[in-house]
């Protein structure tokens, strides 16, 4: 059964940057498409960043030019590189994982906060 653990998130001023990462096991996960989902505070769920098995992303409106999605197959993590930070990026980030991409059916890690506050 795949496990998802993510680290990184905090309390962060306007403007600074945050680096989210997630540690899967459970799998073999140079076949997953993996990636990160976010829930604001308005119960807003909202696609952040995906990488697929072979290294292509995908990023979400708001955050595209600002976040950088990476995976380490060796090390079975993949990572958020959150830059230039704004008050519409408070939410609880979830790390993301699935066979085929499918990731609303697929394993959700249990979530950090990130918190973008002057």
């Known amino acids: 059964q795949v496990q998802l653990v993510e680290s990184g998130g905090g309390l962060v001023q306007p403007g600074g940057s945050l680096r989210l990462s997630c540690t899967f096991s459970?799998?073999?996960?140079?076949?997953?498409?993996v990636g990160w989902y976010r829930q604001t505070p308005e119960n807003q769920r909202e696609l952040v960043a995906t990488?697929?098995?072979?290294?292509?992303?995908n990023y979400g409106k708001s955050v595209k030019g600002r976040f950088t999605i990476s995976r380490d197959n060796y090390g079975s993590t993949v990572d958020l590189q959150m830059n230039s930070l704004n008050s519409e990026d408070t939410a609880v980030y979830y790390c993301?994982?699935?066979?085929?991409?499918?990731?609303?059916?697929?394993?959700w890690g249990q979530g950090t906060q990130v918190t973008v506050s002057s």
């Open positions: 993301v994982a699935d066979r085929m991409g499918d990731f609303l059916r697929g394993s």
């Open positions: 990488i697929t098995p072979d290294g292509r992303t």
């Open positions: 459970g799998g073999i996960f140079s076949i997953y498409y």
